[in-house]
């Protein structure tokens, strides 16, 4: 069964830093993986999806690595902005009997104070 | 991107009542959907897989019963939480995957439930 774990489980940084947030799984058979942000009461909403071919993916300050065969992913988040609080989830996808599934970490809640 | 949508947003029910919960793909055809289940500061859980046209498939420690998956069109599927509890308030969040886009999965924006 897959784990996923995310480090650090919260985060709190001042506006400007550059940010490196951790996530590993278990299970290295993943189909792809991605990155989630979810905003307090809200739903998902998809920041990055990077296939278990590819070594990296970016998108504007956010820039997401995986290294599959170490079971890692990281999400670096450049200059960071208060509008960048939320909680960002990891969630790999393996295949199973039932199709392809995405089991989540327990997030990292990062807060960007101005 | 995909748009996927939940209807209710939130819903406040009495306990051992029924509610019904909606999750629709508004411009694409799902065959599969997923619900999850999400409590207070802690990740997703996932409930179930619903497949369109066949039943739901469980996770473990789910009750079939208790959570009601129809999955009757391309676009839609259902969630009904049957003689709701206090212990059944959580954040419903259903994902439907697309197949024309690498079977990525696009979240609808969560069903909050409290049963009182």
């Known amino acids: 069964k897959q784990e996923v774990t995310q480090i650090p489980a919260a985060l709190s940084v001042p506006e400007g830093e550059n940010l490196v947030l951790n996530c590993s799984f278990t299970?290295?058979?993943?189909?792809?993986l991605q990155w989630f942000r979810q905003d307090p009461g809200k739903g998902l909403t998809s920041l990055l999806l990077i296939q278990s071919s590819q070594r990296e993916q970016t998108s504007g300050r956010l820039n997401a690595s995986l290294d599959k065969s170490s079971g890692r992913s990281t999400l670096y988040i450049a200059a960071s902005q208060p509008g960048d609080s939320a909680t960002y989830l990891c969630a790999p996808q393996v295949w199973n009997n039932a199709g392809n599934m995405l089991t989540f970490g327990g997030g990292t809640r990062l807060m960007v104070k101005p | 991107g995909a748009v996927v949508s939940q209807h209710p947003s939130w819903v406040i029910c009495k306990s051992g009542t029924s509610v019904k919960i909606e999750c629709r793909s508004l411009?694409?055809?799902?065959?599969?959907m997923f619900w999850y289940r999400q409590f207070p500061k802690q990740s997703l859980m996932l409930m179930a897989t619903s497949n369109e046209g066949s039943k739901a498939t469980y996770e473990q420690g789910v009750e079939k019963d208790k959570f009601l998956i129809n999955h009757a069109s391309l676009t839609l599927s259902t969630l009904t939480v049957t003689s709701a509890h206090p212990e059944d308030s959580s954040f419903y969040i259903c994902s439907a995957r697309d197949p024309d886009r690498l079977d990525t999965q696009y979240f609808g924006p969560g069903t909050r439930l409290t049963v009182l």
């Open positions: 411009d694409f055809q799902a065959t599969t």
């Open positions: 299970d290295s058979a993943i189909y792809n």
